[in-house]
C-alpha cells in the first residue's frame, strides 16, 4: 500500500464539505456523533452520502465505512480509484483501512 502525497484543496472542496457538515448536523440532531461524509466520482457528481448512525447501538456506524463497503460494491477499480471521499473530520482507523483495502481516491475531510 502506497501513501499518496498531499495535493493542495481544489475548488469544489468546500462546495462537498458544506454537505458533509450539514449531514454532521443532521446526525447530531437525532441524537449520533455529528459526522457526514460524501463520496464523490471523478466527474464531480456525489455519488453517495450518509451519516453517523451509531445512537443505535452499532459503534461501526460510521458514514464512511458505510461509503467504503458501497463502493467496493457498485464501482469499478477505475472508478473507485478516481473518487474522492469527503468527510466532515478525520477518517478513524477503522473507516481510513476500509478506504485503503476497496483502493478510493482522495479523501478529504474538514477539521
Ligand atoms: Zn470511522
Known sequence: MTV?????PR???????RVCVDLAR???DVG????????????GEILRRGRNGVGGGDATQHPELALARWASESLDVEQRRTSTVYTSGEHCPMCSAAHA?????????AA
Open 32 to 43: 449520533d456523533e455529528p459526522f457526514g461524509s460524501v463520496l464523490v466520482d471523478a466527474a
Open 11 to 17: 475548488p469544489r472542496d468546500q462546495v462537498f464539505l
Open 4 to 8: 499518496p502525497p498531499l495535493e493542495p
Open 101 to 109: 483495502w476497496v483502493g478510493r481516491g482522495r479523501i478529504v475531510y
Open 26 to 28: 443532521e446526525a447530531l
